[in-house]
């Protein structure tokens, strides 16, 4: 423990590393320890460091916020202390980031990540996880700032690129500028780049600007860094052992009382859905950036194993058959909700975000020239029938008719799933 201990720490090192040794096997020992020198010390940043840990250690033997809430507190107090070595400084606020971070307090988080900048300028990782937090509170122009001026100072940053690369794609749908900053990003292969969220995104730009070989390619080497399930299959939320093939047939599943249901009924249900389609401002529009050319609307019935209750209300018969199937409608990694698309639509190819659920589709009114690929097999609908795919494949949608085409979606849980894993998955 020689370089956390700074000079006024000196005279009292044994009895600190004497503390220090006992916090992760008697770590009520050693916070009593720490407690007591800082009776004398009060300002001696290895005794509030080591009661931060401590507390830390506590709060999480006891799964308790108001220690952890405290461990924090303490974190924070040796970051405003005047004589903190480097290394201390840098591994209290760094921890104290991740214990932020784990309880949500993004804001919070992000002042410690000043902190840490003002005092090691130099150091490109603190800016770069600047950027992660601000990321993940959707902060995107200051993101995007932070990167600028990493990246004028130090253009060959893998991780800064990358992220750079990320914002230009799914903020900007500045294709060509993010493939060029994911690709430079991705070659440096720096720890932190090796992401399968970027491998998706650079294979999505590629193929959206007809370069689908190189697409593929930047795919297959996300499969050998295992980011990928398979080249087609690219969910980044999987459970690992489940069976994975594009299309199922029916009787491949234990849903056989849905089907029946979907179909025996597809004549209401298509009236339930034609109703609500018939009032303007129900059907929302696809949000997700998916679309190519067209117009494609969807009315949500359960998310996430919710209920839309007002939704229900006006399709009332399709939503008390999902609510007759438990897989339906507790699937938490997906939804229940009517598609509709116009005549010209076409949908690039895109993968959902996780293996956990079979998509169902009842076709309700399906004219001629409308087309579902799923990998390397191209289908269409037909009306009162069901098609079942796993849509962790990819998968590309054309509407080339003259009508619209009206399909009812029903996510279900992958029937390999165990009870468990149905309970305790979080939800998508
Ligand atoms: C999809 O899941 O992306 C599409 O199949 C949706 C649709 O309406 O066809
Ligand atoms: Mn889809």
């Known amino acids: 423990y020689e370089n956390i201990t700074s000079k006024d720490d000196y005279p009292i090192k044994e009895k600190l590393d004497e503390a220090q040794k006992n916090i992760q096997n008697n770590t009520a020992y050693a916070l009593k320890l720490f407690d007591a020198l800082l009776q004398n010390y009060s300002s001696s940043p290895r005794s509030l ?40 400084f840098e591994a209290a606020a760094e921890r ?3 214990r932020m971070r784990f309880i949500g307090n993004y804001n919070r988080a992000i002042e410690v990540h000043y902190k840490l900048i003002a005092r090691f300028p130099q150091k490109t990782h603190h800016r770069n996880q600047l950027v992660v937090s601000l990321l993940t509170i959707n902060r995107v122009s ?59 995104h650079l294979g999505d730009a590629l193929s959206r600007v007809g370069r689908t070989l190189d697409a ?37 599943t234990p849903y056989a009382a849905l ?8 004549k209401q249900i298509r009236a339930e859905g034609v109703s609500v389609l018939s009032k303007d401002g129900h059907f929302q529009a696809e949000s997700e950036n998916l679309k190519d050319t067209g117009d494609w609307k969807q009315f949500e019935l359960f998310a996430r194993g919710h209920k839309n209750a007002n939704n229900c209300r006006k399709c009332p018969l399709t939503c008390k058959i999902i609510e007759s199937v438990p897989d339906a409608k507790g699937c938490r990694r997906g ?34 020239n409308t087309f579902i690929r799923v990998a390397e ?23 080339n008719g003259t009508s619209l085409r009206l399909v009812l979606i029903v996510d279900v849980w992958h029937p390999d799933l165990t009870p468990g894993e149905k309970r305790t998955l979080s939800p998508i």
């Not at 996300?222 to 999987?238: A, D, H, I, T």
């Not at 009517?338 to 010209?344: K, T």
């Open 259 to 266: 089907f029946q249901a979907l179909e025996a009924n597809w």
């Open 142 to 200: 200051k993101a995007r700032e932070i990167l600028q001026e990493t990246l004028s100072k130090n253009p060959n940053d893998g991780f800064a690129l990358v992220h750079y690369g990320f914002i230009l794609k799914t903020v900007d749908n500045n294709l060509n500028e993010s493939i060029s900053y994911l690709e430079r990003g991705l070659s440096t292969k720096e720890p932190g780049v090796v992401d399968g969220r970027f491998y998706f």
């Open 377 to 399: 097999k191209t289908r269409s609908w037909k009306e009162g029938e069901v098609l079942i795919f796993d849509d962790s494949f990819e998968h590309e949608v054309w509407h």
């Open 96 to 98: 104290c980031i991740n």
């Open 49 to 88: 460091y080591g009661k931060a840990q401590a507390l830390d250690v506590l709060a999480e033997q006891k799964r308790s916020n108001e220690l952890l809430q405290k461990a924090i507190e303490a974190y924070l107090k040796v970051l405003d202390l005047d004589q903190v070595p480097d290394i201390l």
């Open 216 to 252: 593929m390619k930047v795919y297959e080497e996300g499969v050998r860094n295992k980011l990928f399930l398979s080249k087609y299959q690219r969910s980044l939320y999987n459970v690992a052992r489940l069976k994975g093939q594009p299309w199922w047939k029916k009787e491949e």
């Open 335 to 368: 939804q229940t909700k009517f598609s509709v698309m116009h005549p010209g639509t076409h949908v690039w190819p895109h993968c959902g975000p996780t293996n956990c659920r079979l998509r169902v589709h009842l076709g309700l009114q399906v004219p001629a």
